[in-house]
């Protein structure tokens, strides 16, 4: 086994695949990276998930598992359920936490598993409208999310016009529908929750308060937003968003002294055996150890005060770019941002979503079509989402973003360009895009200018892979 062939580098057993990574790396280096749930992790958490620690299975808790030869596995997990504690200011008595969901979408679904009963009632912001698929989505015709298939979803939505979470027609539409668990928590919405709020409609209920923090659990451990862990009794998240931390996911459930009866007798919080019992042996198996490990190292980054500037730029830059974009005439839902992310609406640019995220991305700038509050199709979205999480990672700062918004404008216009000429059918702007050679020296001309741009900016991670 340990043959030059199967044991060597990837670069002299595989250069094969090596080649792709390597292409994959450049991309990266050379685009201006604005999905808002991604962002460029460090070289701890990269050297925590090729560790060693991938080999061992260590099913079960801490101390109690299913395989002998975990003593250092037990460490490590840990230490990682400690920090994830310790970032979040949360005290050992007062909650708990489980660090083992593969992923965000897991960790939601193992709550609900744990906490409500089968075709239990759970409420969440609607897909469309900002939320997360795992909240509940379905459609007219199909039950989307495994969450709507094995439990009664019921979403809550955005006032059209202001584009705000409509909290009275929450409280009303709960009030109904006796929901079991309801969600506090974002995919795509540009303004801090009111956790005060969803906790009063919860307790009007009988209802768990659950957050979701996936998109916004850096700016949380930073301390520079609204917390959820305030009023919340369990709070899920994923740890590469804004945290950049390793591709994981993370639950916090509340333990101890829930409350005292009117008889006098102490009521006590029971999700722990709940939560950890969902996650295994309900729905996974062994613990990924290596993502455990780098959730460690994630969580001590986000104690320093270099983690709390970053954040505190993060939201900067998230702030100019709306300002810039408003100031180039495009409209920004809800009318600006409190967090990393800015969604566009194009209606007023003559753009759909689809397009105006089809010219950035020829240009090398990567973000995603997005519904807006008032679109009518799910299907046809007329806006885009921006996030500044990853650039605030390479080092931009507001006069780079200035920059960056100046890019934008001068694609959309491009793309309303090929518009005047292409009529509104997306096909037709397409075959543009594709047969005018005068204007893809146009969109040429602009992505090199932006990815000579971006490549002044560094990447964290392994120099060339
Ligand atoms: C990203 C996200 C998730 C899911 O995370 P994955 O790691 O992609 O499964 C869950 N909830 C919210 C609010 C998210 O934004």
Same mark, same amino acid.
């Given at each position: 086994?340990?043959?030059?062939?199967?044991?060597?580098?990837?670069?002299?057993?595989?250069?094969?695949?090596?080649?792709?990574?390597?292409?994959?790396?450049?991309?990266?280096?050379?685009?201006?990276?604005?999905?808002?749930?991604?962002?460029?992790?460090? #070289?701890?958490?990269?050297? &925590?998930? =090729?560790? +060693? %620690?991938?080999? $061992?299975?260590?099913?079960?808790?801490? @101390?109690?598992?299913?395989?002998?030869?975990?003593?250092?596995?037990?460490?490590?997990?840990?230490?990682?359920?400690?920090?994830?504690?310790?970032?979040?200011?949360?005290?050992?008595?007062?909650?708990?936490?489980?660090?083992?969901?593969?992923?965000?979408?897991?960790?939601?679904?193992?709550?609900?598993?744990?906490?409500?009963?089968?075709?239990?009632?759970?409420?969440?912001?609607?897909?469309?409208?900002?939320?997360?698929?795992?909240?509940?989505?379905?459609?007219?015709?199909?039950?989307?999310?495994?969450?709507?298939?094995?439990?009664?979803?019921?979403?809550?939505?955005?006032?059209?016009?202001?584009?705000?979470?409509?909290?009275?027609?929450?409280?009303?539409?709960?009030?109904?529908?006796?929901?079991?668990?309801? #969600?506090?928590?974002?995919? &795509?919405? =540009?303004? +801090? %929750?009111?956790? $005060?709020?969803?906790?009063?409609?919860? @307790?009007?209920?009988?209802?768990?308060?659950?957050?979701?923090?996936?998109?916004?659990?850096?700016?949380?451990?930073?301390?520079?937003?609204?917390?959820?862990?305030?009023?919340?009794?369990?709070?899920?998240?994923?740890?590469?968003?804004?945290?950049?931390?390793?591709?994981?996911?993370?639950?916090?459930?509340?333990?101890?002294?829930?409350?005292?009866?009117?008889?006098?007798?102490?009521?006590?919080?029971?999700?722990?055996?709940?939560?950890?019992?969902?996650?295994?042996?309900?729905?996974?198996?062994?613990?990924?150890?290596?993502?455990?490990?780098?959730?460690?190292?994630?969580?001590?980054?986000?104690?320093?005060?270099?983690?709390?500037?970053?954040?505190?730029?993060?939201?900067?830059?998230?702030?100019?770019?709306?300002?810039?974009?408003?100031?180039?005439?495009?409209?920004?839902?809800?009318?600006?941002?409190?967090?990393?992310?800015?969604?566009?609406?194009?209606?007023?640019?003559?753009?759909?979503?689809?397009?105006?995220?089809?010219?950035?991305?020829?240009?090398?700038?990567?973000?995603?079509?997005?519904?807006?509050?008032?679109?009518?199709?799910?299907?046809n979205p007329s806006g885009i989402r921006l996030g500044t999480p990853a650039l605030t990672t390479r080092g931009l700062k507001e006069t780079d973003i200035d920059n960056v918004v100046k890019y934008i404008d001068r694609a959309l216009k491009l793309a309303q360009e090929i518009t005047k000429i292409s009529g509104p059918k997306l096909a037709d702007f397409n075959k543009i895009i594709e047969t005018d050679d005068a204007i893809q020296k146009k969109i040429n001309a602009l992505k090199d200018e932006i990815?000579?741009?971006?490549?002044?900016?560094?990447?964290?991670?392994?120099?060339?892979?």
């Open positions: 086994m340990n043959s030059k062939l199967l044991n060597g580098n990837i670069w002299d057993t595989d250069p094969e695949l090596f080649d792709i990574i390597k292409k994959e790396k450049a991309r990266q280096a050379s685009g201006l990276e604005m999905i808002a749930s991604e962002n460029f992790t460090s #070289i701890p958490v990269l050297q &925590c998930l =090729s560790s +060693c %620690l991938h080999n $061992k299975y260590s099913e079960g808790m801490p @101390n109690q598992r299913y395989y002998g030869g975990n003593e250092f596995i037990d460490e490590i997990e840990i230490m990682a359920q400690k920090r994830s504690l310790e970032a979040y200011r949360l005290k050992e008595d007062e909650w708990g936490v489980n660090v083992q969901p593969y992923s965000g979408s897991p960790a939601n679904f193992a709550v609900y598993t744990g906490v409500v009963e089968p075709h239990g009632r759970i409420m969440g912001l609607d897909l469309p409208d900002g939320g997360h698929l795992t909240h509940g989505f379905f459609t007219a015709t199909k039950k989307i999310s495994a969450t709507s298939i094995f439990f009664e979803s019921m979403p809550y939505k955005v006032d059209p016009k202001t584009g705000l979470i409509d909290y009275d027609k929450l409280a009303e539409t709960a009030r109904l529908f006796k929901p079991k668990l309801i #969600i506090a928590g974002i995919s &795509c919405y =540009s303004r +801090c %929750l009111d956790y $005060k709020r969803f906790r009063e409609i919860a @307790n009007e209920n009988g209802a768990i308060l659950m957050g979701d923090m996936a998109h916004i659990s850096g700016l949380v451990a930073a301390g520079v937003i609204p917390s959820p862990f305030e009023y919340c009794d369990i709070v899920t998240t994923t740890t590469h968003k804004t945290l950049r931390g390793p591709r994981a996911g993370i639950i916090f459930f509340r333990k101890g002294l829930k409350t005292v009866n009117a008889k006098g007798e102490k009521i006590m919080y029971d999700f722990e055996n709940k939560i950890n019992q969902s996650v295994f042996p309900g729905l996974q198996g062994g613990p990924h150890n290596h993502a455990i490990a780098a959730i460690a190292t994630a969580m001590k980054q986000a104690t320093l005060p270099e983690f709390v500037e970053y954040q505190k730029q993060v939201i900067k830059n998230a702030q100019r770019l709306c300002e810039g974009l408003k100031s180039f005439g495009y409209d920004i839902a809800t009318g600006g941002t409190d967090v990393h992310i800015v969604l566009v609406d194009m209606r007023n640019a003559g753009l759909s979503g689809a397009r105006a995220e089809r010219i950035l991305e020829l240009c090398s700038i990567a973000c995603n079509k997005n519904t807006v509050p008032g679109d009518k199709s799910a299907l990815e000579n741009f971006s490549r002044t900016f560094p990447l964290p991670g392994y120099d060339n892979y």
